[in-house]
Nanobody
Framework: QVQLAESGGGWVQPGGSLRLSCVGSGRTAGTYAMGWFRRTPWMEREFVAAISASGGTSDVDSSMKDRFTISRDNAKNTAYLQMSNLRVEDTAVYYC????????????????????WGQGTQVTVSS
């Protein structure tokens, strides 16, 4: 298992930016893929972005691709979600998750593939 801890959430005005961080522990960095999901009161956790263990493969949901970027620093066992031009509809609890079984250099999109989850960090976008 991997223990995950998110940080970086908060309140921001529309058009603003935030960077979320997710620190992993309990397993060697670079041996598992990581993903970001978000949950709102009216939607179950939806896929936001994912990055492979090595960082060589990544993807962001098409509806956010022009505004969000995922990255990771295996030296720090940390994944990041850079969010720009935030909209009110981005308000959600954001979770990072670890996919311990993803094939090499691949990412997966379904939340059922992810074995470990952080507690979540609230992002609120409002004026």
């Amino acid at each position: 298992q991997v223990q995950l801890a998110e940080s970086g959430g908060g309140w921001v005005q529309p058009g603003g930016s935030l960077r979320l961080s997710c620190v992993g522990s309990g397993r060697t960095a670079g041996t598992y893929a990581m993903g970001w999901f978000r949950r709102t009161p009216w939607m179950e956790r939806e896929f936001v972005a994912a990055i492979s263990a090595s960082g060589g493969t990544s993807d962001v949901d098409s509806s956010m691709k022009d505004r969000f970027t995922i990255s990771r620093d295996n030296a720090k066992n940390t994944a990041y979600l850079q969010m720009s031009n935030l909209r009110v509809e981005d308000t959600a609890v954001y979770y990072c998750a670890a996919d311990l079984s993803a094939p090499f250099n691949t990412i997966r999109y379904g939340r059922s593939y992810y074995d470990s989850w952080g507690q979540g960090t609230q992002v609120t976008v409002s004026s």
